[in-house]
Nanobody, 125 residues
Framework: QVQLQETGGGLVQAGGSLRLSCAPS????????RAWFRQAPGKEREFVAA????????EYADSVKGRFTISRDNAKNTLYLQMNSLKPGDTAVYYC??????????????????WGQGTQVTVSS
């Protein structure tokens, strides 16, 4: 069973930046497509960003476009989420997710079988 581990969460003031990282316990062809989701208290888990295996195709939620950047370093087997211009509305637990390769980038949580335990991001006003 592959496990994912997120790091990099924390408390930051509005307008600040954070970078999240996610690494799996081992390499696997089941992890070709990677994504970030987030869940705020009392809300459903929502899509943030996704990236394909070679990093040439990305997709973002409208709420984070222009502020967040998803990237990956396959040599290090690590996924990243650079978050800039953070807003209090970005406060949530952020989860990395993975699945096998597909023709299109998936943006629904149910399409990802592998998940990390999440890292808390809190943005103060």
């Amino acid at each position: 069973q592959v496990q994912l581990q997120e790091t990099g969460g924390g408390l930051v003031q509005a307008g600040g930046s954070l970078r999240l990282s996610c690494a799996p316990s081992r390499r696997s062809s089941s992890l070709y497509q990677r994504a970030w989701f987030r869940q705020a208290p009392g809300k459903e888990r929502e899509f943030v960003a996704a990236i394909n295996w070679i990093g040439t195709n990305t997709e973002y939620a409208d709420s984070v476009k222009g502020r967040f950047t998803i990237s990956r370093d396959n040599a290090k087997n690590t996924l990243y989420l650079q978050m800039n211009s953070l807003k209090p509305g970005d406060t949530a637990v952020y989860y990395c997710a993975a699945r096998s390769a597909s023709a299109a980038l998936m943006t629904t949580a149910r399409d990802y079988p592998y998940w990390g335990q999440g890292t808390q991001v809190t943005v103060s006003s």
